[in-house]
T-cell receptor, first 116, second 113 residues
Framework: NAGVTQTPKFQVLKTGQSMTLQCAQD?????MYWYRQDPGMGLRLIYY???????DKGEVPNGYNVSRLNKREFSLRLESAAPSQTSVYFC???????????????FGNGTRLTVT | RKEVEQDPGPFNVPEGATVAFNCTYS??????FFWYRQDCRKEPKLLMS???SGNEDGRFTAQLNRASQYISLLIRDSKLSDSATYLC??????????????FGKGTKLSVKP
């Protein structure tokens, strides 16, 4: 059971380069999320998708775009990478139906991104 | 007041000790609560949900106090393998939306032989 799969695991970019982080889940979850985690800052929500076809900004959306390609996949794009975007990025999903507020998040393994 | 606050620790305890973490939250409309465990350089993993009546899973006990707006996690008979960072997570309900999960910054636990 793969759960939530993120690619790539590691990436080094130069300032101004672009890239897309991929995320797929096989749990038939409706809701998907992108977080970043920085030392001393905890996990912060970048964007989320409550259901297929919808996306919403989280706490720190600037510099990012997302696409909910289908129910399984939710990608995060950095159009012009900046050193401030050096971080660990986690994709997550949860059921999002019925007792949505009681359903926990399931995380991918993370992408470690360095922007030089 | 921050939305979700935790003592960052570190908590350094010997094997076999009992240790407790608290987490306070500021939004009284918070709907659901979780404890996650995160090992160094790994993804957070669900440890347990926190129910209104309190719940137990083996050596782990979670409590919710809505009146005082805090949740707690008690670990009995600590094992070396319990060493990790424990994240408190609160789900806020924004009207008809999916709401948002707010993470505390985590409490670091180190269990020593």
């Amino acid at each position: 059971n793969a759960g939530v799969t993120q690619t790539p695991k590691f990436q080094v970019l130069k300032t101004g380069q672009s890239m897309t982080l991929q995320c797929a889940q096989d749990m038939n979850h409706n809701s998907m999320y992108w977080y970043r985690q920085d030392p001393g800052m905890g996990l912060r929500l970048i964007y989320y998708s409550a259901s297929e076809g919808t996306t919403d900004k989280g706490e720190v959306p600037n510099g990012y775009n997302v696409s909910r390609l289908n129910k399984r996949e939710f990608s995060l794009r950095l159009e012009s990478a900046a050193p401030s975007q050096t971080s660990v990025y986690f994709c997550a999903s949860r059921s999002g139906t019925g007792g949505a507020y009681n359903s926990p998040l399931h995380f991918g393994n993370g992408t470690r991104l360095t922007v030089t | 007041r921050k939305e979700v606050e935790q003592d960052p620790g570190p908590f350094n305890v010997p094997e076999g000790a009992t240790v407790a973490f608290n987490c306070t939250y500021s939004n009284s409309a918070s709907q659901s609560f979780f404890w996650y465990r995160q090992d160094c350089r790994k993804e957070p993993k669900l440890l347990m949900s926190v129910y209104s009546s309190g719940n137990e899973d083996g050596r782990f006990t979670a409590q919710l106090n809505r009146a005082s707006q805090y949740i707690s996690l008690l670990i009995r008979d600590s094992k070396l393998s319990d060493s990790a960072t424990y994240l408190c997570v609160v789900n806020l309900n924004y009207g008809g939306s999916q709401g948002n999960l707010i993470f505390g910054k985590g409490t670091k636990l180190s269990v020593k032989p």
